[in-house]
């Protein structure tokens, strides 16, 4: 952590940082800092612990005078930083830093414009996929659509208390998916009439997209399944998964494939690509929301133990 304060403030952060047995490694640079003036304060925290000190921090009020900045140590060698990390209970690759989640997820709910491209690019490389039958194009749409950050930023929301985060998450989806469907059926609507397409389409002759347009349990369970790993993935050190929970739901290809049936009026499948596009809406949602609960209520066990401990702590040292 790096931590700049006015002097009062600093010497009662470094007061607390020496008081708790996950913090080591503490450097106090005193009148260091020109803007705004004051301390530097240099700590290395045991990830498990993190929000912990950091909630620690933040009461002293140093947000509002100062700045708490994070980063996170890819290699150290240091037998007290071993020492702090087995004073804090759990695996590191487990454990969920908050305000580390929430600033990921608040920089991935915004209504952009890179946003809204992601999304119309996406959404034609899936119709072209479905059109096709090709597989290959469906799962690089899949890729390459941006809709999980705003459902994950919706679930973190939820969680978290932050009505402001979960509407601009539901103004990204709001407005990214009509938009992305919008621009489908328009591209496809010119392919026909120009030839680059046929003049008739039915879905009926293309598998994938039959599978996508005919939703059932395994839907649901799929897209449960891939809400609870990718909130996993965004919220402890495991973040090389959240590429196979972009391939596990079928959200940017049943928008595609809605697009892809109005243009051909063929209504069926249009219905069908709209409930599996709800039910990966919900799952992802429900399920997201569910995992980062339970997360929620271990770390507020452990603030608990910690400020039940903390004065302990105080008298053995």
Known sequence: MRIVAPAEIARSAVELLRQSPSVCNVVHLAGVATEPEGDLILADVAREDASVVLEDLKALDIEHHGAIAVHEIDVQISKRAELAVKHARGAPSDAVVWEEVQSRTSEATELSASFLV???VATLIAGVGIYLDSSILI????VVGPEFG?????CVAAVSRRPDVALRSFRALAVGFPVGIGVALLTF???RET?????????ADHELGVIIASPDFFAFFVAAC???AGVLSLSTAKSGALIGVL???TTIPAAANIGLSAAYADWEPFRGSALQLLINFASILLFGTLALAIQRGFYDRRRTRHRRE???TRKRR
Do not use: C, H, R, Y
């Open 189 to 191: 609507i010119v392919f």
């Open 247 to 249: 391939i596990s739901v």
């Open 310 to 312: 903390t004065p302990a």
């Open 226 to 228: 891939a809400g609870v």
């Open 195 to 203: 030839g680059i397409t046929s003049a008739q389409f039915s879905e």
């Open 139 to 142: 799962v690089g749409a899949m």
């Open 150 to 154: 705003p459902l994950a930023g919706f």
């Open 118 to 120: 992601f999304m119309v």
